[in-house]
């Protein structure tokens, strides 16, 4: 069963969870690769954009960045920090534009969002469609194959007088197309704690399989899973950047 109090009812925590994600190393080295495969163009889209962190530093670094996320309270909260961008409210599987576009990201694997391997697939023919010649879709992404079901990050975070534990943790039966991402938030203020506990549902695929959906409209670069440095996948790790160039 799903449940969805992250971007919902909990959002106001979203950035509290991510508060160790460093999103300047990852919105710089996506630059990085932009300078390196794509054209010169600024025009920038953040697909699944959450609060708009990468918006803010694309913003700040130049381009015309705008978000597109389909929970209005994550999006309220992106306005908030970008005043100046433009935000809509959509799916990232059937999306247009007015423009096309130079860039366009998805970040934290929320490309996995998509859902089912049918809706990824049109994710990716609307990151294609809504691209310039030469234009750059880049995102991150985890092999199905290589998911380890017993493993999990976990922090815990001061604030406000709360204590506020989360965790994570993929999980993927051995399988088929889906997997799931399972979160617990729990927070502790004056003894008293409130837990909710997530299960997202999300596509799941190898890189095998990614890239022979991918090759039909893109050039495929396939890299380490390092924002700092560029190093090809070495076709063992199961995280990994994809970068793709529209002919
Ligand atoms: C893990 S968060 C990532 C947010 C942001 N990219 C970051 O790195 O912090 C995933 C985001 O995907 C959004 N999302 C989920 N399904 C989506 C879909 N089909 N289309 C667009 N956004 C979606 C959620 O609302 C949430 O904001």
Known sequence: ?????????????????????????????????HQLFGNDGNAHQDLACGTGPHVR?????????????INPPMLAQAKTRCPEAQ???????????????????????????????????????????????????????????????????????????SLFTFRSAWHYPGEGGKQSLKLSIKKTTGGVTQSWEDVHPMVASGFEELTKILEPFFDVHILEHDYERIIPWDKTSGNAIFVCVKA
């Open 57 to 69: 530093y694309f913003i700040d670094f130049g381009y015309q960045s705008s978000g597109l996320d």
């Open 1 to 33: 069963m799903s449940s969805n109090y992250l971007y919902t009812d909990l959002s106001a925590y979203y950035d509290l969870m991510c508060a160790d994600i460093n999103y300047h190393a990852q919105s710089y080295g996506v630059r990085r690769l």
């Open 87 to 161: 935000f809509t409210l959509g799916d990232m599987c059937d999306f247009q534009v007015d423009e096309p576009l130079d860039l366009i990201t998805c970040f934290l694997y929320s490309i996995h969002y998509s859902g089912a391997i049918e809706k990824l697939k049109q994710c990716i023919a609307s990151a294609h469609r809504a691209l310039k010649p030469g234009g750059m879709f880049c995102f991150n992404s985890v092999d199905k194959n290589k998911i380890d079901n017993n493993l999990f990050e976990q922090h815990t975070v001061d604030q406000g007088g």
